[in-house]
Each structure stands twice: as C-alpha cells, then as structure tokens.
C-alpha cells in the first residue's frame, strides 16, 4: 500500500509540476482538514460568567481545560527536530478549514486575546494565499438543530452566526457549518436566503446525485448513494424546488472516523499514508480529499495531535506536490459538475435523523442509562419557546416597530454593550421615545428570547443523561428566560 501512495503521490506530482498554477485552476490532489471548533455556553444565565467546574481540574472550567490543550496549542504547533529541539512553530489555522462557535469565540476574546487576534490573523493571511478565500466559516449560533427549530429560529441562528463572522473577521462568510451537520429542505432554503453558498454534510446524509445534463447525456441517470457511497473527492449542487441552489461538499467519512478514533494522527507518516489512500488513480485534473472531524481532537482529545497537523501542513503535503486549500477555494476554481439529492431529514451523530435531539433512539445511550426523558424536555421547551412569543410580540409591539427585525439585529448589542451602543440599537428600533423605564424592560424582552435560544443549544439532548452539565445549563437558560418574562409581563 505505501507503494501505491507513493505511486499514486507521484502521479499527481506531475500533473502540479506541468506550469500549472493549483492556486488558480484546478489541477492535482488538493487536501482540506476541516476542524469543528466548538463548546456549549457554559456561562451562568445571570452573571455571564462560568463558574468553577471541578471536573476540569486543574483549570477552573472546561474551556480553560480545552483551550490550554487545543485552541492555543494549535496557535503556536512546534515543530521539534530529532533532538527534540524546537525549530518551527506554526499557526495551524493558517491551513486548517474550521469554524469556531460565535459563543466560544466571544470566551476566547475576553481570555486569551492573543490566541483569538492569531486566529484572525490566520484567516487573512489564508484569504491572501487562496485567492480571497479565508479559511474560516461561520456556525449556526449557538449549535441548535435546525430541523427542529421553528422558522424564525431558524433564520435567527443563522443571521447572528453570520453576524457574529462579519463582525470578527471582517468579510462575508462563504460557508456555513450546521449544529450536528442536521439539514432539511427548510434549512437548505433558510441557507439560500441568507446568502451562504455551501455547507459541508457527512457521506451517509447523501440520497443520489447525478451528473449535470449535457449535450452528450441531456437525461443523466441517478446514482443511488443513500448508503454512504457517494464520491466525496467532488462538489456538488443541491436544488430546491424554485431552481435556487445550495453547494454541498461531503467529507470523507472513514478517513474522517480514523482521525477520531484510530491511530492516523499519531505522526505526519500515518496521516500522509492514509490520505494518500482515497486519491483516485482514473487522472481526473483535479480531486479534492477533505475530512472532517470536531477540532477539539486536535490536541485535547488526542494530546499533541497539534504537531502531527504542522508538519503534514508545512513539510509533508507540500513534498507530495499536495495542495492545501479549504472548501471556498476550491469551489472557485472547480464548481460542480453533479447533482446531489438528500436525505429528508439527517445529522452526522445519529443514524436515525434528528432523533437525538428528541427522542429515546439509542443513539448517545450507555451503560444503565435510557434517554425517555428526551421527548418530555424537547416538548416542554417547545412549550415555552411558543409561551415567550406571545410574551415577546404583545409587548415588544409596545417598544419596537418590528419586533423580530429587532430580535435579529439584537446581535449587534450582544456583540457590544457599551451605553452608546445600546443607545443606538434602540433609536434604530423604538418605535416611540422610551422612557428609562420602558428601555429596560424592551431590553428584557430581548434577554428573554435570547435565553430562550441559548436553551435550545444541543448539547442538552446529546449525551446519556439529563443530569449533566449540559442538560443542567440549558434548563437554566429557560429558568432565566422565564424570570424575564415575569419581570415584563
């Protein structure tokens, strides 16, 4: 098998050895690491603030924990020579595709600047290396599944994600990654709307897809793909009922599993070897061989994996005449040619659509545990999210002209609460003079439904066991939204 890498390494080296440039037209083997950068709000509803967690020791909470171990470790990836000196460090983000929640981002800000301005800074310098192409995309929120929100949910979560982007990188996001990558018709639409021209799905939320008709096959067949046999070297374009279209691009799913769970990261060799494995020897120009995985592998869940990363980027990509991209880049230069039709409703983490998230499916279960309180907690959630509307559109029409134009645009306060910010979100919204009075409970109102977004967060529903933390966190969410709304109505 190594020889066949090799064989294979060499092959694709020629074709980028030709005067070809791989950064302008599509031309060779092109490799995408995209990490899902990303933890739970863990901060207390009414202070703002995370308190100690225990667990985490010897750091004071979970993000400090994970951060030392991966956030900041991939800031600053050395690379050591054989007598363990360090020669090189390197920003893994400058090469990683990721996307970093707008929640841990904001953490990130506020405790360590320097690794949040290095992250950034890597974006800007891959968007001057890819052809204006960052490597950064942005997330839904704050991770809620969107097949089970409602429709202005929906559109919320994926304005403030876009907003947050905007406000911290400085450019309109290409990219969107969905919480749990759960997708359904309504969200592919929602996506449309908002300008996001691709998201990235696992291989097994893939029904059929088919090539573009053309004047040789103007009737191409389907190809069915539903077990997760669709060729993920590619793009693909996904069209919803009007002709409007969302991009698509699957990873590799067992490369992608390997990384997680098998010893591929274990050195630069193993990565090297396995990657080299899925290039396809058919000559196609070009081929794209991406994998996807949470980013927190890199070096929190497998410690030091952060080093495997830097070397593959810097030295061994490059010695196999691959090319490092990230998925916007690669669209710009190689647009699909195929069609793609998916499943109705699907996630990456749950073989039984968005279940997880509301029902005892199995999936996420272990030992002793059963997961029946998953349909009592989603309902009654729901229950309350429907409650706080009515509290929300009586009373906002009372302070706003459009009180859900004004909860979208609300992300510009959350953003930045300084007074004059304040003061000029609500001159832009009011639909009267306020008193002192009337402001804060108008600001209440917005507090309200922004606790009752943040209890939707999925983690609440993803483990074994609703007394964990993240079942108790987002139960204080909806407690908090409900004390709001009491102070208001």
Same mark, same amino acid.
């Given at each position: ?14 074709y ?61 990836a050395?690379i ?5 000196e360090v ?5 893994n ?11 841990l ?12 301005q290095?992250i950034l800074?890597?974006d800007?310098? =891959?968007c ?5 192409? /960052?490597? !950064? #995309? ?7 599944? @969107? ?5 202005q949910?929906?559109?919320t ?5 876009k ?19 759960a ?13 996001i ?14 090539p ?14 539903a ?19 969302l ?11 390997d ?8 050195s =630069? ?6 990657? /080299?494995? !899925? #290039?396809k ?6 081929q @794209? ?31 196999n005449?691959?090319?490092v991209?990230n998925?916007?880049?690669?669209l710009?230069?190689?647009p699909?040619t195929w ?11 749950c ?18 545990y ?11 959630l ?22 859900w134009q ?30 002192k009075?009337e402001?804060?409970?108008a ?5 309200m ?35 709001l709304?009491g102070?208001?109505?």
């Amino acid at each position: 098998m190594t020889y066949l890498v090799e064989n294979l390494s060499t092959t694709f080296y020629s074709y980028t050895d030709t005067g070809v440039d791989p950064l302008k037209t599509a031309h060779g083997v092109y490799i995408t690491v995209h990490g899902h950068f990303y933890q739970p709000p863990r901060e207390n509803p009414y202070l703002d603030r995370i308190e100690r967690q225990p667990s985490a020791h010897p750091f004071h909470n979970w993000n400090e924990r994970i951060h030392h171990e991966c956030y900041r470790a991939n800031a600053f990836a050395r690379i050591y020579n054989d007598r363990g000196e360090v020669i090189k460090i390197v920003n893994n983000y400058e090469y990683l595709s990721f996307n970093i929640g707008a929640t841990l981002m904001s953490w990130m800000q506020s405790h360590d600047p320097e690794v949040y301005q290095r992250i950034l800074a890597a974006d800007q310098k =891959s968007c001057q290396r890819l052809n204006g192409h /960052g490597n !950064a #995309i942005a997330q839904v929120y704050n991770h809620i599944i @969107l097949p089970l929100a409602n429709k202005q949910d929906k559109y919320t979560q994926i304005r403030w994600g876009k907003a947050d982007f905007q406000h911290r990188f400085g450019r309109d996001p290409e990219g969107m990654w969905l919480a749990e990558t759960a997708i359904d018709l309504a969200t592919v639409t929602a996506l449309i709307d908002e300008g996001i021209k691709f998201t990235i799905l696992a291989p097994s939320q893939a029904l059929r897809c088919r090539p573009f008709p053309s004047d040789h096959d103007p009737h191409p067949q389907w190809h069915a793909v539903a077990g997760g046999q669709i060729d993920p070297t590619r793009p693909y374009r996904c069209y919803i009922p009007d002709g409007r279209y969302l991009d698509i691009f699957f990873y590799d799913g067992p490369i992608s599993r390997d990384m997680g769970f098998n010893d591929v990261l274990a050195s =630069s060799d193993f990565l090297v070897g396995r990657l /080299g494995q !899925a #290039i396809k020897g058919d000559h196609r120009p070009s081929q @794209l061989i991406s994998v996807a995985t949470d980013g927190e592998t890199f070096g929190h869940h497998k410690q030091g994996t952060e080093k495997c990363l830097s070397y593959a980027f810097t030295e061994s990509f490059p010695k196999n005449g691959w090319t490092v991209t990230n998925f916007a880049h690669y669209l710009s230069i190689c647009p699909p040619t195929w069609e793609v039709e998916l499943k109705p409703v699907t996630a990456w983490s749950c073989v039984h659509g968005v279940n997880r998230w509301q029902d005892d499916c199995g999936c996420g279960g272990g030992g002793n545990y059963q997961q029946k309180w998953r349909k009592p907690l989603r309902e009654s959630l729901n229950w309350l999210r429907d409650e706080l509307i009515k509290v929300y559109e009586i009373q906002g029409r009372e302070f706003f002209r459009d009180p859900w134009q004004t909860r979208d645009d609300y992300i510009a306060v959350i953003l930045d609460r300084s007074p004059d910010a304040i003061e000029h979100f609500l001159a832009l919204h009011q639909s009267r003079t306020l008193s002192k009075s009337e402001k804060i409970d108008a600001l209440r109102l917005l507090e309200m439904q922004r606790q009752a977004l943040l209890m939707f967060t999925s983690c609440g529903w993803f483990f074994e066991e609703i007394s964990r933390p993240e079942g108790t966190q987002i139960l204080r969410y909806a407690g908090r939204a409900l004390e709001l709304a009491g102070e208001v109505a």
